[in-house]
């Protein structure tokens, strides 16, 4: 018979949009505050898969990735997500976002991130969080799904991914 038990702790990520660089080192400089400290940081990226978010956030919008050292319990992404939409507000221009903070986690198996939208195959964890399984780790790489977003089906991140998990496999061995 199973028996409940506790998850193994799990590696924060931000997947980040900006405009604005100052903006961008705001929201690092805040998350870092809230979640502990930096220990990843990729390269920028163009972002240009969709034009989604250019109304709000204008031309030119890049994406970098973070990651924070401490590893989280798994649940804890919840509050990484409200947390984050609260940087976003404070980090607005006249009611519009210059950073888009997707917060998400590692483990050995997969790729997840936080949303506020519902969907098909997203998972709802409580006070309007859903999670979305973007890939899935298999024979040395990340393996995308039907619905992944464009940008990470591309494996356009795969070796930010990969580096953010070789990490965290070093972290958790320690525990």
């Known amino acids: 018979m199973a028996v409940p038990s506790e998850p193994k702790p799990v590696k924060l990520f931000f997947a980040i949009l900006f405009s604005d660089n100052e903006k961008l080192k705001r929201a690092e400089l805040m998350l870092s505050e809230k979640f502990g400290e930096i220990d990843f940081r990729s390269q920028v990226f163009d972002f240009s898969e969709t034009d989604y978010y250019n109304e709000e956030m204008g031309e030119n919008i890049k994406r970098i990735f973070i990651s924070i050292s401490k590893p989280i319990s798994p649940d804890k ?12 507000k404070m980090l607005s221009v006249e009611g519009k976002r210059k950073v888009n903070i997707d917060p998400g986690y590692i483990d050995l198996n997969k790729v997840v991130l936080a949303t506020f939208k519902g969907g098909g195959c997203k998972v709802y964890i409580g006070e309007g969080v859903w999670i979305d399984i973007m890939l899935r780790y298999e024979k040395g790489k990340f393996q995308s ?6 940008d990470f089906a591309k494996s356009k991140y795969s070796e930010v991914l990969l580096s953010i998990r070789k990490i965290y496999k070093q972290q958790i061995s320690l525990i």
């Open 145 to 150: 799904f039907p619905w992944t977003f464009p």
């Open 77 to 88: 992404i919840l509050t990484a997500k409200k947390e984050s939409a609260e940087i976003e």
